[in-house]
């Protein structure tokens, strides 16, 4: 599955569009991540490694979940996709990624070669092979 931020798939002819797609996720911190978090959070300016895999763990769940909406309705690509994040409750945080689901065709000669490709590895492009997500 081709998932692009972009309106349009270079290379690539859009033949259907099957509507929008999404895939959401809530994700809580447990308490003693979330002193952990604070503790850091007044030290000197750096990264917090729990709270970036915490983070990046949900975008990969919604990203999963979103591919799976789009894959059941029959697309092989998504264009126009964005994330969006809201906080709840000062501990919950809502993950939501979404595009339009759409069916696309290769009109030049290195989207065939790439089309291709993805047919052979079970289309899936090498970098989304994380976004694997349980979905009811």
Known sequence: ??????????????RTVLGEV??????????????????????????IPELTSFLMQGRNEAMGRMLYDAHAR??????????DTNEM?????????????????????????QFAALAQSGGQMPHTQRYRASVP
Do not use: H, W
């Open 89 to 113: 409750l000062q501990q919950v945080t809502e993950v939501c990624a979404y595009g339009t689901a759409v069916v696309i065709e290769p009109v030049t000669d290195d989207a065939r070669r």
């Open 1 to 14: 599955m081709i998932v692009v931020t972009t309106d349009e798939v270079p290379g690539y002819a859009i």
């Open 74 to 83: 029959g697309a092989n690509a998504v264009v126009g996709m964005r994330f």
């Open 22 to 47: 999404f895939g959401l996720t809530v994700r809580s911190l447990k308490i003693a991540a979330g002193f952990k978090i604070m503790q850091q959070a007044f030290g000197p300016a750096a990264e």
